[in-house]
């Protein structure tokens, strides 16, 4: 999983989903000199592969430092893997696309648009389209199609290229598109702990599971199921375990199955 500069921020949130869903997850990203190591050992003990988190040198961490990861981090990947790109920089992310497409299963794309002064919505639908699945949040899409409805916006994406794309709405719920069908996807009923937003163990659990099949509902209801475990933990490395991944199974089946039923 691609990241932003913080190894514990919302790359570490995209991993815990990938596993969540029973994916092995790894963390790339670029880290500061005065990272506390035993966050670093606290994700190996959970079993989320670190061996691509690079510190910048002392010389390097000062304003104004690239705390991007780099393409060359992801140079040994696995054909098997899915890259998901966390939100930094859009000159970086499309640097990375240019490196792993054609080379891993899938590639994923999330924003994040508070360091980015002046959005431009046609630059950012271009690099949408070279992924396999567009993720933004509700949030981003409002900045950059103000007063436009989600349905509205995902029909922009389509014929803009976009092959598939996901809107993450609050509390887990989502709306996608693929292939000119929509499906809307409910939020799971859970009593959120205010600790862990849900939107990047969103992405990174629906990454992993689109990834195998490409199977744009189920991958929704996984990551759905995903969010709202991570939702209802004050803790996010505390869901590392065999029962949170449990509990994903069987919210994920219902969501699924109710989905199912509801388009025969």
């Known amino acids: 999983m691609d990241a932003p500069p913080s190894a514990d921020g919302p790359a570490l949130a995209a991993a815990v989903g990938a596993w969540?869903?029973?994916?092995?997850?790894?963390?790339?990203?670029?880290i500061a000199p005065d990272f506390p190591t035993r966050l670093i050992l606290e994700f190996t003990r959970a079993g989320i592969d670190t061996s691509r988190i690079r510190p910048v040198g002392r010389g390097d961490s000062g304003p104004g430092a690239d705390l991007d990861p780099s393409p060359e981090q992801l140079g040994s990947l696995s054909p098997r893997w899915s890259v998901h790109l966390c939100g930094f920089a859009p000159g970086r992310q499309r640097e990375i696309v240019r490196a792993v497409s054609q080379r891993v299963a899938c590639i994923t794309l999330d924003l994040d648009l508070a360091e980015v002064d002046e959005p431009d919505a046609t630059d950012l639908l271009a690099l949408a389209a070279q992924c396999d699945v567009?993720?933004?949040?509700?949030?981003?899409?409002?900045?950059?199609?103000?007063?436009?409805?989600?349905?509205?916006?995902?029909?922009?994406?389509?014929?803009?290229?976009?092959?598939?794309?996901?809107?993450?709405?609050?509390?887990?719920?989502?709306?996608?598109?693929?292939?000119?069908?929509v499906i809307s996807m409910p939020a799971f009923p859970v009593a959120a702990?205010?600790?862990?937003?849900?939107?990047?163990?969103?992405?990174?659990?629906?990454?992993?599971?689109?990834?195998?099949?490409?199977?744009?509902?189920?991958?929704?209801?996984?990551?759905?199921?995903?969010?709202?475990?991570?939702?209802?933990?004050?803790?996010?490395?505390?869901?590392?375990?065999?029962?949170a991944r449990n509990r994903v199974e069987a919210r994920a089946r219902i969501l699924d199955g109710a989905m199912k039923a509801h388009s025969d």
């Open 193 to 243: 702990s205010g600790r862990i937003l849900g939107g990047d163990v969103y992405a990174g659990a629906f990454a992993a599971v689109y990834a195998a099949e490409k199977d744009l509902r189920r991958a929704m209801a996984w990551a759905t199921a995903a969010a709202s475990v991570a939702l209802e933990s004050h803790v996010l490395l505390g869901q590392i375990s065999d029962f």
């Open 20 to 30: 969540l869903v029973g994916v092995d997850a790894a963390v790339c990203a670029v």
């Open 134 to 181: 567009f993720l933004p949040g509700h949030r981003e899409v409002a900045q950059l199609w103000p007063g436009e409805t989600p349905r509205a916006v995902l029909r922009l994406m389509a014929r803009a290229g976009v092959r598939a794309a996901v809107i993450k709405l609050d509390a887990g719920g989502s709306l996608g598109m693929r292939d000119g069908e």
